[in-house]
């Protein structure tokens, strides 16, 4: 059992904890959740004895074994092979090893009593280290990283030689091979890809003991964890159950909370007015020096702290665009003409379309997504983009890419020189940023603004594509769903990365795999996806990496180049059918929006009956105007992919 007591934590004047009663119960498996720096990682450190309190304590049971997995990865840099990695994972070990070693370096010189006190110490050194598993460690390590993965002639592989979720797989069987009471996780699918986490969420399934798991990954806490703890705004919160037990508590004790304050409030401001309006009443004296106690004895009600982000992100209706949005003819990259990244890709993406990118970590998702956003071109075959589609990109080093001391404001208005500053204000209102907010420098914004302010960027000049490079990474729960409800109701297309696998549930409709064999595409969500590659026998369409010989050949080629420029010719009048389509649409709107003005004015020399029939007019032709126009942009779509 662990226990914090009246803990209180001070970093500078800032209050991180205060007056924190907590008890972890043998067993039980509890997900601690709340805003980026409530102080989540505080607890872990009071556990370990990193962390001292202001006061307090931290009580942890006597020859309790503590398993840390850090939320950053051990040094990349670091030429420990993997297992010596995994054996340091039981310091003690370590220490009896050295303290062993001197004794029997200082028995070749000692004698008579002190001779025999050194061979009692060693003889107790070497029961507590054969206790602690010393004798066995090293093959339990090598047991522990294969049944983790890793294959048996890597053990001795430096540790900079294994990728980011490898090197947390390696950190998690160090933290096992200790056999611990307790495992703290902090943040465990930060470096991991979506087959990682199915992974992870399996074998931490099974695991015994007490766990304690810092995540944002609802996947992770809804299958995992069956206590929840909140922190945030220096309290700690113990709920009952697991998250969504906790989210319906949490809302529920908000409005217990508010509905007593209320009550308070109107009960302290009728005592209020009766002192006032009696106080100089002789008569009514000692009824307001009744009253005056009762309102000195109302305490104020300890609401919970409010945690939800309540700003929005609305994403602005994307611009009309052809029904293909991108494709790729035989597509590849390499960076040395010898090793492949990607090779052989043959797909579109059609409006509409919500795609997820799936797939191990450097199988090339990210490369692809930067080839489809023009961030990048192919070595062999060719992008084409789809009439009028306009390209939103994020990648994942967005935060890098806004200067730390340039303000919400400027960051916006530098990516259109044409939209005015009441523009850039509305743009940013859209995103949650009002008022003072937008005078923020942008290095002082959490996750969730951050991604806002993303965003805001993005659709100063609105796209019809997005395409997202792991956009949760920087997010809280809350942060998420927001991002969520905000794609839900985006109109246009959307193809991402993301290791969130209930984002991805959420959002994608179809998912494209990536893996050794190349690019596999289902026909359905993560649910179906699943289903389909347990099967073995999925129902998609393929395209898989050729090497140098096995690709389409020079002969291929040419017959694609001249069946181009047959397109090409068989293009042109659609392509001005469409323009001319447009500029009426264009030139309707511009006259209803006018007579809607003249509407308003309501002045006497307006004919309303002669308004609104023009307006009926309009209306009809618009509509008669658009199924003309997605007819001629179908048509075009069926000249081109000829």
């Given at each position: 059992?662990?226990?914090?007591?009246?803990?209180?934590?001070?970093?500078?004047?800032?209050?991180?904890?205060?007056?924190?009663?907590?008890?972890?119960?043998?067993?039980?498996?509890?997900?601690?959740?709340?805003?980026?720096?409530?102080?989540?990682?505080?607890?872990?450190?009071?556990?370990?004895?990193?962390?001292?309190?202001?006061?307090?304590?931290?009580?942890?049971?006597?020859?309790?074994?503590?398993?840390?997995?850090?939320?950053?990865?051990?040094?990349?840099?670091?030429?420990?092979?993997?297992?010596?990695?995994?054996?340091?994972?039981?310091?003690?070990?370590?220490?009896?090893?050295?303290?062993?070693?001197?004794?029997?370096?200082?028995?070749?010189?000692?004698?008579?009593?002190?001779?025999?006190?050194?061979?009692?110490?060693?003889?107790?050194?070497?029961?507590?280290?054969?206790?602690?598993?010393?004798?066995?460690?090293?093959?339990?390590?090598?047991?522990?990283?294969?049944?983790?993965?890793?294959?048996?002639?890597?053990?001795?592989?430096?540790?900079?030689?294994?990728?980011?979720?490898?090197?947390?797989?390696?950190?998690?069987a160090r933290a096992l091979v200790g056999h611990p009471d307790t495992l703290l996780l902090d943040e465990p699918s930060n470096y991991l890809d979506v087959p990682a986490v199915e992974w992870l969420q399996r074998f931490l399934r099974e695991f015994q003991g007490t766990l304690m798991l810092?995540?944002?990954?609802?996947?992770?806490?809804?299958?995992?964890?069956?206590?929840?703890?909140?922190?945030?705004?220096?309290?700690?919160?113990?709920?009952?159950?697991?998250?969504?037990?906790?989210?319906?508590?949490?809302?529920?004790?908000?409005?217990?909370?508010?509905?007593?304050?209320?009550?308070?409030?109107?009960?302290?401001?009728?005592?209020?007015?009766?002192?006032?309006?009696?106080?100089?009443?002789?008569?009514?004296?000692?009824?307001?020096?009744?009253?005056?106690?009762?309102?000195?004895?109302?305490?104020?009600?300890?609401?919970?702290?409010?945690?939800?982000?309540?700003?929005?992100?609305?994403?602005?209706?994307?611009?009309?665009?052809?029904?293909?949005?991108?494709?790729?003819?035989?597509?590849?990259?390499?960076?040395?003409?010898?090793?492949?990244?990607?090779?052989?890709?043959?797909?579109?993406?059609?409006?509409?379309?919500?795609?997820?990118?799936?797939?191990?970590?450097?199988?090339?998702?990210?490369?692809?997504?930067?080839?489809?956003?023009?961030?990048?071109?192919?070595?062999?075959?060719?992008?084409?983009?789809?009439?009028?589609?306009?390209?939103?990109?994020?990648?994942?080093?967005?935060?890098?890419?806004?200067?730390?001391?340039?303000?919400?404001?400027?960051?916006?208005?530098?990516?259109?020189?044409?939209?005015?500053?009441?523009?850039?204000?509305?743009?940013?209102?859209?995103?949650?940023?009002?008022?003072?907010?937008?005078?923020?420098?942008?290095?002082?914004?959490?996750?969730?603004?951050?991604?806002?302010?993303?965003?805001?960027?993005?659709?100063?000049?609105?796209?019809?594509?997005?395409?997202?490079?792991?956009?949760?990474?920087?997010?809280?729960?809350?942060?998420?769903?927001?991002?969520?409800?905000?794609?839900?109701?985006?109109?246009?297309?959307?193809?991402?990365?993301?290791?969130?696998?209930?984002?991805?549930?959420?959002?994608?409709?179809?998912?494209?795999?990536?893996?050794?064999?190349?690019?596999?595409?289902?026909?359905?969500?993560?649910?179906?996806?699943?289903?389909?590659?347990?099967?073995?026998?999925?129902?998609?369409?393929?395209?898989?990496?050729?090497?140098?010989?096995?690709?389409?050949?020079?002969?291929?080629?040419?017959?694609?180049?001249?069946?181009?420029?047959?397109?090409?010719?068989?293009?042109?009048?659609?392509?001005?059918?469409?323009?001319?389509?447009?500029?009426?649409?264009?030139?309707?709107?511009?006259?209803?929006?006018?007579?809607?003005?003249?509407?308003?004015?309501?002045?006497?020399?307006?004919?309303?009956?002669?308004?609104?029939?023009?307006?009926?007019?309009?209306?009809?032709?618009?509509?008669?105007?658009?199924?003309?126009?997605?007819?001629?942009?179908?048509?075009?779509?069926?000249?081109?992919?000829?």
């Amino acid at each position: 059992m662990l226990e914090f007591q009246d803990i209180s934590i001070h970093f500078g004047s800032q209050e991180v904890l205060r007056n924190v009663q907590l008890r972890i119960n043998p067993g039980e498996h509890v997900g601690i959740v709340g805003p980026n720096g409530a102080g989540k990682s505080t607890l872990f450190g009071l556990i370990t004895g990193e962390i001292s309190p202001y006061r307090g304590k931290c009580v942890v049971p006597n020859g309790h074994r503590i398993g840390y997995v850090r939320q950053h990865l051990p040094d990349a840099a670091s030429q420990t092979p993997l297992v010596d990695f995994a054996c340091e994972g039981v310091p003690e070990l370590l220490k009896i090893e050295q303290r062993i070693h001197k004794i029997e370096h200082d028995l070749h010189e000692a004698a008579g009593e002190e001779r025999e006190r050194l061979l009692r110490r060693l003889g107790k050194l070497q029961s507590d280290f054969e206790h602690l598993g010393g004798y066995n460690i090293r093959s339990r390590a090598e047991a522990t990283l294969c049944g983790l993965g890793f294959r048996a002639e890597a053990l001795h592989n430096p540790l900079q030689s294994f990728s980011g979720g490898w090197r947390m797989r390696a950190e998690l069987a160090r933290a096992l091979v200790g056999h611990p009471d307790t495992l703290l996780l902090d943040e465990p699918s930060n470096y991991l890809d979506v087959p990682a986490v199915e992974w992870l969420q399996r074998f931490l399934r099974e695991f015994q003991g007490t766990l304690m798991l810092i995540s944002h990954d609802r996947y992770l806490l809804k299958s995992l964890t069956n206590i929840t703890i909140e922190v945030a705004g220096g309290l700690v919160t113990r709920y009952p159950g697991g998250l969504a037990f906790y989210a319906e508590e949490r809302e529920r004790r908000h409005r217990t909370f508010a509905a007593a304050t209320r009550n308070q409030d109107r009960k302290r401001e009728q005592l209020e007015r009766f002192i006032t309006r009696f106080r100089a009443t002789s008569t009514k004296a000692a009824q307001v020096q009744s009253r005056i106690k009762e309102l000195e004895k109302l305490e104020a009600i300890d609401s919970p702290i409010v945690t939800r982000n309540t700003a929005s992100i609305r994403i602005a209706k994307p611009p009309h665009c052809g029904a293909e949005i991108l494709r790729l003819e035989n597509a590849g990259l390499t960076y040395d003409a010898n090793h492949w990244v990607l090779r052989g890709l043959d797909f579109r993406i059609e409006r509409g379309d919500r795609i997820a990118l799936v797939g191990y970590n450097g199988m090339g998702k990210t490369t692809l997504l930067r080839i489809m956003a023009g961030q990048r071109e192919p070595s062999e075959g060719r992008v084409v983009l789809g009439h009028k589609v306009k390209i939103g990109y994020q990648s994942q080093e967005f935060a890098e890419t806004m200067s730390p001391e340039r303000s919400v404001f400027d960051i916006v208005a530098a990516q259109s020189a044409e939209a005015s500053s009441g523009d850039v204000r509305s743009i940013l209102g859209g995103f949650g940023f009002v008022g003072d907010a937008v005078s923020k420098p942008s290095g002082v914004l959490s996750g969730g603004e951050r991604i806002r302010l993303a965003f805001a960027r993005l659709f100063v000049n609105p796209p019809n594509v997005l395409l997202l490079d792991e956009p949760t990474t920087h997010l809280d729960i809350d942060g998420r769903e927001t991002l969520e409800k905000a794609l839900d109701d985006y109109a246009g297309t959307v193809c991402f990365v993301s290791h969130d696998i209930d984002f991805v549930r959420r959002i994608a409709t179809r998912i494209v795999a990536l893996d050794e064999t190349g690019v596999t595409r289902y026909a359905g969500g993560y649910d179906y996806y699943l289903e389909k590659r347990n099967e073995g026998s999925p129902n998609t369409t393929s395209a898989r990496n050729n090497d140098a010989t096995g690709g389409r050949g020079k002969e291929n080629r040419r017959e694609r180049a001249e069946q181009r420029k047959q397109r090409t010719k068989a293009t042109r009048g659609l392509k001005r059918q469409l323009a001319a389509t447009e500029a009426e649409v264009d030139a309707l709107e511009q006259e209803r929006n006018t007579l809607a003005e003249n509407l308003a004015q309501r002045a006497d020399a307006v004919d309303f009956a002669e308004i609104n029939k023009r307006l009926q007019e309009i209306h009809s032709s618009l509509d008669r105007l658009t199924r003309q126009w997605e007819r001629i942009a179908y048509e075009l779509e069926d000249v081109e992919s000829q």
